[in-house]
């Protein structure tokens, strides 16, 4: 049977190798000590440190440091996750983004007292508002007409032929 789809090892694994490639972080094949899982976690351990260290400094900085702070953890993570693919012994280099020089503080500035020319001669007078129109009166609702009484209804005559009915016995 033929598979269709490539295999995520298959996708990964030449990419990981590219990165490795480009950075020139590939030691040769000797240098490969055999570390173990110590060494792994002392690895994960120093990128967080870098990665608490970053936001430290994001904390104190402005929108644009914030920015660039949130870039570096970003690219940190990703370093740290394709670290994790290469064999032992071979390590990438940190990536590290430009620092954006100190910006000079702007001095006061004290502007003139400008005083603003008059206008009235340049702007046309409103048109008068027509008069509103009076409100024509509401004629008077007619009276409405009393209600007759009603006439009183007679009580209703005993009905013959129909017995009394007896009380039913209480249930046990």
Known sequence: MHRTKPSRARLLVPSALAVVILTGAAAPAGAADGDGSAALNGRVASVQQQVD???????????IDDLLAGLTKTIQDLLASVGGLLPGGVKLPPIEL????????????????????????????????PAI?????????????????????????????????PDLPALP
């Open 53 to 63: 260290k970053i936001e430290r400094r994001a904390a104190a900085a402005g929108p």
């Open 98 to 129: 430009p620092k954006l020089p100190e910006l000079p503080e702007l001095p006061d500035l004290e502007l003139p007292d400008l005083e603003l020319p008059d206008l009235s001669g340049l702007i046309p007078a409103l048109p008068a508002v």
């Open 133 to 165: 129109p009076a409100v024509p009166a509401v004629p008077a609702a007619p009276a409405v007409p009393a209600v007759p009484e009603l006439p009183a209804v007679p009580e209703l005559p005993a009905l013959p032929g129909i017995p009394e009915l």
